[in-house]
């Protein structure tokens, strides 16, 4: 599909992806963004794209952004924090957001969708993880909800002859992010740069993406992919442990901290301790990352380094 002159809606377009993939796409189309703003920021949004404050879990925030001049839905919108301290409702307010989103397009008889879901639809599965491999097994709600909003995506395209874009993330990576491993380094290491507490034993590895090459990735393959179902891993070849991430974010604010570790082979409940997506599916369409994810998880932590700094009113 040719991302060009469009009309396109971008749910979630205020958070760390979504405001990336305004950025891209205000360039050559008309572009709409709808956030409830529980986590993105409005500041951050692109001044060139319509924005709309609407709760996707209301039908009727979401038939005042779903409408029938649009071409393309880009449906961002979650509730994506680990640490979210309700599992069942977060399980079901981002089936809401995507079953709304679904619903209201087919009422319109708007039938594109391109949507984020995540790595750990797979669980703890072999290295590198195709598009393919099965049964996926997800081992967190979290990624148990975005196996079932594929599902649900996949519902559409057989009984309402949709096409669909599913982009299984790697860890993305890049400025405004918090929450994540590069952002908590940094601040605990602002706090106190003798000593930095790592949660389970730093030997977790995962793929990270800079949300440049993850956003470049999104618009190559709807622009390129044209089965009626694509379902595509973005990520890197390359992985990086949480050990390496604090010896990156301390050689970035020029300290050396003592590691201290919580125990364990992961950090949390529903943590994949290691994690390498295969690109071979994404490779083929004619795309590569620039950065590999050591290079990824660099840029970040400069990236992240300079913003926070100047949150709190410290020299960069």
Not at 129 to 147: C, F, N, Q, R, W
Request: hydrophobic share 40%.
């Amino acid at each position: 599909m040719d991302l060009t002159d469009r009309r396109i809606l971008v749910t979630g377009g205020a958070g760390l992806v979504g405001t990336a993939l305004v950025d891209r796409l205000v360039e050559d189309n008309a572009v709409v963004v709808a956030d409830d703003l529980s986590k993105g920021e409005r500041s951050r949004v692109n001044d060139a794209a319509e924005f709309v404050e609407a709760d996707l879990t209301d039908p009727d925030d979401v038939a005042g952004v779903v409408t029938e001049d649009l071409d393309l839905v880009f449906h961002l919108a979650a509730i994506s924090d680990a640490g979210y301290p309700d599992d069942r409702e977060l399980f079901e307010l981002n089936n809401a957001m995507t079953y709304n989103v679904l619903e209201r397009m087919a009422e319109v008889g708007l039938d594109r969708i391109a949507f984020t879901s995540s790595s750990v639809v797979y669980g703890e599965a072999p290295r590198p993880t195709p598009e393919d491999y099965a049964p996926l097994e997800p081992i967190s709600v979290y990624g148990a909800e975005k196996l079932a909003d594929e599902s649900l995506l996949s519902t559409y395209v057989h009984s309402q002859d949709f096409r669909t874009w599913t982009f299984r993330f790697a860890n993305v990576v890049g400025p405004h992010q918090r929450g994540n491993v590069v952002p908590d380094f940094i601040e605990k290491l602002l706090d106190d740069p003798e000593t930095l507490t790592i949660l389970g034993d730093g030997r977790q590895e995962k793929s990270y993406l800079h949300v440049t090459d993850c956003v470049d990735a999104m618009c190559h393959v709807v622009e390129h992919a044209d089965a009626d179902r694509n379902t595509y891993n973005l990520g890197t070849r390359t992985t990086t442990s949480v050990d390496r991430i604090a010896e990156v974010v301390a050689d970035e604010l020029g300290v050396d901290p003592d590691h201290e570790y919580t125990g364990g082979d992961r950090g949390w409940v529903g943590d994949v301790p290691k994690m390498r997506l295969s690109i071979e599916k994404l490779s083929a369409l004619g795309w590569e990352p620039s950065l590999s994810s050591e290079q990824a998880v660099r840029r970040a932590a400069r990236e992240l380094a300079e913003e926070i700094k100047a949150e709190r009113g410290l020299e960069a």
